[in-house]
Each structure stands twice: as C-alpha cells, then as structure tokens.
C-alpha cells in the first residue's frame, strides 16, 4: 500500500492558487537554503535502497558544486511504477532513472502538469507541493532510479469543475527547464489543480 498524501480536495482557489507557481517550469523546485542541513543520499544503479551519509552537507548548492550536477530532462527517462487508491484520490509513482553516463543529483519537487500530448498545451492547474517527505539530495549513479509520489484527485470532487480528458503528464526534474513526458490517463479540471506532489526520492519506492 503506497502511503497517502495528506492533500484534501477540493481546495479553495485561493489556496490553489498560491500552489500553481510552485510546479511550473520556473520554479519545479526550490534550491536548499544556505543555512539549512541537507542530508546527502547516493544510489546506485540495480539498488533497491538507499544509504544515508553519517554527516550531513551545509546545503545542497554547496555539495552540486563539489560534486555532480543537477540532473537534466536529457538524460532521465520516467515511467509510471505502482499505484492504489484510497477516498477518491489514485496515488502514483513515478519512476526517474539516470539514464546518461554520468552522476547527477537531484534534489526537492518536480514540476508536474496535465498536458494535451508530448510537447501540448498544459490542462489545468501544475500539481501542488505536498511536504510528506524531506528533502534530500540524491545522487544517481548512470542507470540508477529515484521516485517521486502522484496524488491524482477525482476531478468530480471539485465545484463548478470544467472537466477534461486528459493522456499525458509533463514533468520537470527539480531545477531544470527540460521536460520529460509520460501516458497517463485521467480526468482533470481545466480551471483548478487535482495533483499534488510529493519531493524526489531514492530508490524505487
């Protein structure tokens, strides 16, 4: 059973509002603070788990810049891994493995939006950031994977929602411009956000 994110629908379009921004391209996530510990995680490629470092990094900015780079949409393919679902709400895993022939790191939220097809026009609202994991910065070795948590909401559920087939998913790694693309069938409001988002995470879950 996957956890549940802790989003509830419907929101008030205040609220919704305030989250949109947070998953676009411009901002899919945000950098550590300076002054905030970041725990530092590597995986390498067949490993299910992940292993920790005993001491933690100053800040993610500072250990990018003494070791790998960001990881780029170029070089990561994504896929959907399991899913379940629980009070109107499916929770999906979305599987990001490093498929170029170095290191890279990740590190916070993806960007995620509903789309028309690869390279279409965005339907509805980004997904909101949901906080129910920390952020860590992760190091995937070539062929390694990471994970992130998809609460896919029933459109529905929502008032005077403006409701739209959709197939695809568009997703921004943290930090990056680039976009990766995914099949994924659902039903969306063009006027609202039904996702939410959990940080990238080690491993496949």
Known sequence: MIPALTL????SAAVLAAGACGLLA???STAAPGAAATHTVTV???AGTSATSAAPTPSASSAAAAGPSGCLAA???????VSDGAAGTIYQLVLLTNTSNAACTLY???GVSFVTGAGGAQV???ATRNPIAAKRLITLAPGARANFLLAV???GAFPNCKIANVSWLRIYPPNDYGSIYVQYKAQACTDASTMGVSVVRAGTG
Request: proline share 12%.
């Open 26 to 28: 411009a901002c899919g």
């Open 8 to 11: 509830a629908a419907p929101l």
């Open 108 to 110: 916070g939220y993806p």
């Open 153 to 155: 909401h029933d459109a």
């Open 75 to 81: 070089g990561l393919q994504a896929r959907l891994g």
């Open 44 to 46: 390498q490629a067949g």
């Open 124 to 126: 509805g609202w980004p």
